[in-house]
């Protein structure tokens, strides 16, 4: 799932897909429609791959989230609407995430949640796979020295 480049603009419904950067903003493409809009350095702008949700233990990037509702739903639309009510939300969200902090996160968060990954969905762009390092092996074998490097004795003087 590459989300990399995906927006939700504050009083914007919906999601954006960052197309340009210009001197006063960026221009963006919205993912409902395909209208292009112009957004201002002084709008209220997040990236989907920095936002996450509270559990208990720590916060959850939304990412591994939607990885988890393709999981359960077979990378296809959720089984219960964003505009179902929020006992149907809650129940089907505490499937999707267990420990999530039921203070911190309302209903209205996971409405918004199950609305964009429908949305990230009906573009192909949801996937139940791991994302996957591009260079893993040279990491691999960085990591594999570093380790037998750290166990040879070192030459006394």
């Known amino acids: ?23 006063s903003g960026f221009l963006a ?21 920095e936002i996450s949700m509270y559990t208990y233990s720590e916060e959850k990037p939304l990412v591994e989230i939607m990885r988890a509702i393709a999981v359960k739903e077979n990378e296809g639309p959720t089984s219960v609407s964003h505009k179902d009510d929020n006992a149907k939300l809650i129940t089907y969200f505490r499937e999707i995430l267990p420990d999530y902090d039921e203070d911190r996160v309302y209903a209205s968060d996971i409405k918004k949640l199950l609305n964009w990954y429908n949305i990230l969905q009906s573009k192909g762009l949801v996937s139940k796979e791991e994302p996957k390092v591009e260079n893993a092996e040279e990491v691999k074998e960085k990591v594999v020295e570093e380790v037998k490097a750290k166990k040879e004795p070192k030459a006394k003087k």
Request: charged content about 25%; glycine content about 10%.
């Open 1 to 23: 799932m590459n989300v990399e480049k995906i927006l939700a603009i504050a009083g914007k419904p919906g999601l954006f897909e960052l197309k340009i950067q210009t001197r």
């Open 29 to 49: 493409e919205s993912l409902l429609d395909g209208k292009k809009i112009t957004v201002g350095l002084r709008s209220n702008v997040s990236l989907l791959s």
